[in-house]
């Protein structure tokens, strides 16, 4: 089992939700899988979750939207 850096606690897989404000609007996408501190809550995404939401946010970017919001399962589908 791994072990936070941070406060010593377990490391668990989880989900968490991302959020982006662009200026002009904001992208939130929810249940972004995720490793997740269970004592302090810290969450770390992986490479390829992370290259995915630069997806999610670009796309949101080139559309110009105020508010975005979407369920990482509908996102990457």
């Known amino acids: 089992m791994k072990t936070c850096p ?3 606690g377990s490391i668990v897989n989880g ?8 200026g002009f609007g ?12 269970s004592q ?15 997806n999610i946010v670009e796309t949101a970017r080139q559309k110009h939207v105020t508010v ?5 399962s509908e996102a990457v589908a």
Do not use: H, I, M, Q
């Open 68 to 72: 975005e919001v979407a369920r990482w």
């Open 15 to 22: 989900v968490s939700t991302f959020t982006v404000d662009l």
């Open 26 to 37: 904001v992208v939130v996408v929810r249940d972004v899988p995720a490793t997740v501190c």
């Open 6 to 8: 941070l406060c010593k």
């Open 40 to 54: 302090c809550g810290e969450e770390w995404l992986s490479d390829n979750t992370a290259v995915k939401l630069e």
